[in-house]
């Protein structure tokens, strides 16, 4: 996998949700500009992956908007991506799957402790739900 930009967010901050937004969408942008592909595999995102990550976060930041947390991006070898928001007070994660094509579900992934569990998403409301439960303090 092919990490653009880690980022470990302090859940309790008030950093501006534009300014989070702008920086995921930034590093989003970022995986274009990866090389085709090396030794292990697809390093840059196939087109569907790009575009239904795209969707999700924008559609995310016009529910949340100030509470958006900042997240990182990668790859997989198969051009999948990731976006990672892990917080560690407390200590959560919340991980989106955006797979290389249709015939994969997008995913999330949610971790606290002794608790997760990774669900099939539809729409962009459950990914709301999580980025608020990964918000609480």
């Known amino acids: 996998m092919t990490v653009a930009k880690e980022q470990i967010t302090d859940s309790s901050s ?4 534009l300014s989070n937004f702008r920086s995921t969408i930034e590093r989003l942008i970022e995986l274009l ?22 969707k999700l976060v924008v ?5 949340t908007g100030n ?3 900042k997240a ?16 560690l007070e407390p ?9 290389f094509s249709a015939e994969q579900p997008v995913d999330i992934y949610h971790h606290a ?14 990914l ?7 918000n609480k303090i």
């Open 14 to 17: 008030s950093n501006s949700g």
């Open 33 to 54: 500009d990866l090389e085709e592909e090396d030794e292990y595999g697809i390093l840059k995102p196939t087109e569907y992956a790009f575009r239904t990550a795209m």
């Open 59 to 63: 559609e995310v930041y016009d529910s």
């Open 67 to 69: 509470s958006f947390p």
């Open 72 to 87: 990182s991006t990668g790859t997989d070898d198969r051009g999948s991506i990731t976006l990672d928001w892990t917080s």
């Open 91 to 99: 200590e959560r994660t919340v991980r989106l799957f955006c797979p």
């Open 113 to 126: 402790k002794n608790e997760n569990a990774v669900e099939d998403i539809a729409s962009s409301s459950t």
């Open 128 to 134: 709301v739900y999580w980025l608020q439960w990964f």
